[in-house]
């Protein structure tokens, strides 16, 4: 464990009044955890049956398997899909939930929630093989909605999955059915792996992790129709200019933080708020002013432009403030010490999803019908805690930069175009192709306190900034580099390279944005790595060669939740190469481990590789980015000399 606990200069301010208050952060408990215990550090401690825990001690007789008779190969692997059946199911479910609403507006039901993009129904309806000529959008909607939800139940394993089918390349699907790894419906495949790895059912690790990939293919098609149905309903981001840290929490005005990661409600409420000015105006406010943490602050950002109070590690600390009125949380990634921050101040947490209760929390049920009116009741209830601030206690670090996101697939085209119009994935390709950009990267992923919070992240991206490589980044990896500044054209001048400088200098000049690119580009939540792949893969298109074959690097620097792992092993199926900056939990089989981060490769192209630190992994990555492109290169060099010789 690190010494240094965050990068993050007004994270370190409000450290420091939480140990004046008294208040044990999150930070405090990562400590408190240290040494952590080998077994469980490296994936060799059993918890599956009441027997155990068995762990591996090699040293005794009968100590090298678990009572069962398992195997640390075994184990492990079992350990480790368990984590991607977890994360799946976590973002799959996101997904299920917008689907419903979706199918409620389509059939009338529900007059709450709209459809915002048409234009992108008919691209989803399309790509699904959804008739739309002569239709009307309404039943277009509907079947579109029926599709995703059809994807949870699906049963008979002759199909496969509608989204999976319709957004991979052709070549892809190929090897995902030689290995048997296409799912037919998400439920069936996220139980068939929980059963797979009961005690006494599969003991072989490779069918194990066969298994777990599969289960990471209902992750992707759970997050692909989660960002599809959102963009749907809420419209597709654009880029939108806004600002990050802890003080973009307002001292005189009601602050409410969206934290979570479903945009269901949060986009009620910032419509809501938008409506509910005079009332905080009323109560001797300046007005409402929201703030994003974590998923749910990156929804809103990327559609709304709300501004990024923070990221996973530090939400405590946006309590610590003393200015934080209230905090609307919905599900996944929300520290139940919230609860414990928010008593030594006046801030309401306020839970609202019926699977996401903090005991103490107050427990607001929120109901899709009647959204609307659940959203103002929460601004309502935030008013009221303001009004019970005590401003003597306000402390808000005078800290925060400028923002550039809203980097959807849709707006990176659309920028691309205004180059290239006919093809616009052409104008990058053309950049590496000419040597301007080595390659791409995207940074993803979470907080992990087992090392210091955002340095990782940071240090990703200023040394392969520097090395000329074109950054994507979503979740938490995203909202690191908007707090620290390098989000926006001044880093770009700051930290790129000479190519990947002038490749910025010719979209700039073309974009015609009132602000400067940023760094990177901000595709948005963690459910939407999608965006990400949909661009590789139209790389890989214009390209001419295989996914696995681009000049692209997957990284998690500080990958925490088990959606970190059902998103990498996706991301490996796909044939990304992905860095994991934190020991994997699979180290503790030499067996498993090798598969992962070595015959992964021979099978599909993709791999993990685990460095925790963040310079070697830059220059790992940019190692495998040029020895991508060099084969590239070399290819292309045969194919041209044997068309001389013909
Ligand atoms: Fe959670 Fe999405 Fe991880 Fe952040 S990045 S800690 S999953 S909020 Ni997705
Ligand atoms: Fe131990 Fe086997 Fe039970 Fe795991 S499944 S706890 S190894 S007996």
Redesign the pocket.
């Known amino acids: 464990m690190s010494e240094q606990r965050t990068i993050d200069v007004a994270a370190t301010q409000m450290l420091d009044k939480a140990k004046e208050i008294g208040f044990l952060t999150t930070f405090d408990r990562a400590k408190a955890q240290e040494p952590r215990c080998t077994f469980g550090n490296t994936g060799i401690c059993?918890?599956?049956?009441?027997?155990?825990?068995?762990r591996i001690l090699p040293k005794k007789p009968g100590g090298n398997?678990?009572?069962?008779?398992?195997a640390d190969y075994t184990?492990v692997a079992r350990n480790t899909v368990r984590y991607i059946a977890g994360g799946a199911a976590a973002h799959s479910d996101h997904g299920r939930e917008i689907a419903q609403v979706l199918l409620h507006v389509a059939e009338g039901h529900n007059h709450d929630y709209k459809i915002t993009d048409t234009d992108k129904l008919m691209r989803v309806a399309k790509n699904i093989g959804i008739k739309t000529e002569g239709r009307e959008v309404m039943d277009i909607c509907k079947d579109v909605a029926s599709a995703a939800l059809a994807e949870f139940g699906r049963v008979d394993e002759t199909q496969e999955l509608t989204w999976l089918k319709a957004y991979a390349p052709e070549e892809r699907l190929d090897v995902w059915r030689k290995t048997a790894i296409i799912p037919a419906g998400i439920n069936l495949s996220l139980a068939k792996l929980l059963h797979q790895t009961h005690?006494?059912t599969d003991a072989d690790p490779v069918n194990i992790i066969f298994g777990g990939l599969k289960a990471a293919l209902c992750d992707y098609d759970g997050q692909h129709l989660a960002t599809d149905l959102s963009d749907i309903l809420f419209g597709t981001g654009v880029p939108v200019v806004t600002e990050a840290n802890l003080g973009a929490i307002k001292a005189d005005k009601v602050n409410i933080a969206l934290h979570g990661h479903n945009p269901l409600l949060s986009q009620m409420v910032v419509n809501a708020a938008k409506e509910m000015q005079e009332e905080a105006k009323a109560a001797g406010a300046a007005g409402i002013n929201l703030v994003g943490i974590c998923c749910t602050g990156n929804e809103v950002l990327t559609r709304e432009g709300v501004a990024i109070a923070t990221n996973f590690a530090t939400q405590e600390l946006a309590v610590m403030t003393g200015a934080m009125d209230a905090m609307v949380v919905d599900v996944q990634c929300i520290m139940p010490s919230l609860r414990s921050a928010a008593e030594c101040f006046h801030t309401k947490i306020i839970t609202t999803m019926p699977i996401m209760k903090i005991p103490g929390s107050y427990h607001f049920a929120f109901d899709e019908d009647h959204a609307v009116e659940s959203a103002k009741e929460i601004i309502r209830l935030a008013i009221e805690a303001y009004k019970t601030r005590d401003q003597a206690q306000v402390n808000i670090p005078n800290i925060k930069n400028k923002v550039v996101a809203g980097f959807t697939l849709e707006a990176i085209l659309n920028i691309f175009g205004k180059i290239n119009p006919e093809n616009p994935i052409r104008v990058i390709v053309d950049a590496m192709e000419a040597g301007e950009i080595k390659g791409i990267a995207a940074l993803i992923g979470c907080n992990n306190l087992k090392g210091t919070h955002d340095y990782n992240h940071t240090a990703m991206a200023k040394e392969l900034a520097k090395n000329d490589i074109f950054l994507l980044a979503g979740g938490c990896s995203a909202q690191a580099h908007a707090l620290a500044g390098m989000m926006n054209g001044d880093a770009v001048k700051e930290y790129a390279g000479e190519g990947l400088k002038k490749f910025y200098a010719r979209l700039n000049a073309a974009a015609g944005l009132t602000e400067e690119l940023p760094l990177m580009f901000h595709t948005g939540s963690c459910v939407d790595y999608s965006r990400q792949q949909d661009f590789v893969n139209l790389v890989a298109k214009e390209m001419g060669v295989s996914v696995p074959e681009v000049p692209f690097v997957v990284s998690a620097p500080e990958a925490m939740s088990e959606k970190a792992v059902a998103i990498g092993s996706w991301n490996v199926a796909y044939g990304n190469a992905v860095h994991v900056g934190v020991i994997a939990p699979t180290v503790g089989s030499q067996l498993v481990n090798d598969v992962v981060t070595k015959v992964a490769e021979d099978v599909f192209g993709g791999f993990f590789f685990w460095e925790t630190d963040a310079l070697k992994a830059a220059a790992r990555t940019v190692e495998i980015i040029e020895e991508r492109s060099w084969k590239i290169a070399m290819r292309k060099k045969a194919r041209d000399a044997q068309a001389a010789a013909e």
Do not use: E, S, W
């Open positions: 059993c918890r599956i049956c009441l027997q155990g825990p068995c398997k678990g009572i069962c008779g398992a184990i005690v006494g």
